[in-house]
Nanobody, 126 residues
Framework: VQLQASGGGLGQAGGSLRLSCAHS????????MGWFRQAPGKEREFVAA????????YYADSAKGRFTISRDDAKNTVYLQMNHLKPEDTAVYYC????????????????????WGQGTLVTVSS
C-alpha cells in the first residue's frame, strides 16, 4: 500500500486547509485511516481517524470541533478538513492505514497502523 498525502501549505490563523491522502492499494475499503502530525521538536501525535466504514470518527482533543475526517471510497481517498486553524497546528501531517479496521484504543495508537504516507507540511501563521 502506498499513501500519498497532499494539501499542506501555508494557512492563516482562523483559516482552513484540506488535506488529502490517496491510498493506492486494494485494501482501502477495509482499512481504518488515520491522520497524525509531528510539530518541530515534538513527538508525533494522533489527530483523527476514520473507521473502515466511515461510520465512526475519532479525534484528538485538539482537533475536536475544528477538524473533520472523511473518506471517499470511490476515490480511495481520505480527507482532513481543518478549520479555525491555530499556529499550534503547524506540523508535518501524516496519513496512515490500519488493515482490517481499528478498535477504539487502536484507532489512536500509531503503533497499530501498518502503512504510512510521506507527510505534508502545514504551516499556520498568526
Amino acid at each position: 500500500v502506498q499513501l500519498q498525502a497532499s494539501g499542506g501549505g501555508l494557512g492563516q490563523a482562523g483559516g482552513s486547509l484540506r488535506l488529502s491522502c490517496a491510498h493506492s492499494g486494494s485494501t482501502f475499503n477495509s482499512d481504518a485511516m488515520g491522520w497524525f502530525r509531528q510539530a518541530p521538536g515534538k513527538e508525533r501525535e494522533f489527530v483523527a481517524a476514520s473507521s473502515w466504514t466511515g461510520g465512526s470518527a475519532y479525534y484528538a482533543d485538539s482537533a475536536k470541533g475544528r477538524f473533520t475526517i472523511s473518506r471517499d471510497d470511490a476515490k480511495n481517498t481520505v480527507y482532513l478538513q481543518m478549520n479555525h486553524l491555530k499556529p499550534e497546528d503547524t506540523a508535518v501531517y501524516y496519513c496512515a492505514a490500519q488493515h482490517y479496521g481499528c478498535s477504539d484504543y487502536g484507532c489512536y495508537d500509531e503503533d497499530e497502523y501498518d502503512d504510512w504516507g510521506q507527510g505534508t507540511l502545514v504551516t499556520v501563521s498568526s
